[in-house]
């Protein structure tokens, strides 16, 4: 990050989007949750230390965003029924629709699974 501060203009702007690690996804599923899943996902954020890098890299966050939408909760019961050995496929569209109201909610609490950090150099 502080590179990305480095390189970037005066008033240049960072978005970075990433897991919230404090999301209600994270500590209902726990190991099970779907933004554990490695490779994409080697490290772990909460708002609170994604934005403490942020300044400590010298930016100013100007906010950060719950995004409304993950599709994670339905990831997190197929990787579950993945590691129990069941057969069933749930991940489809008509399913992940039915779990966009808890998306939702997640996000107005300020705990939805997926955050976005705006920082102004």
Sequence with gaps: MKECYRIL?????????????????????????????????????????????????????????????????INSIQHYLKEKNKKIKINNLAVQLLFVPIDIIASLCKKSALITLYGKK
């Design 9 to 73: 203009k005066k008033g240049g702007m960072i978005i970075i989007g990433t897991s919230n690690s404090d999301s209600f996804e994270s500590k209902w599923f726990k190991r099970y949750w779907h933004h554990l899943v490695v490779p994409e996902h080697y490290s772990q954020f909460t708002e609170k230390t994604l934005g403490k890098m942020a300044e400590k890299a010298g930016f100013k966050v100007i906010k950060v965003r719950h995004d409304l939408i993950s599709f994670g909760f």
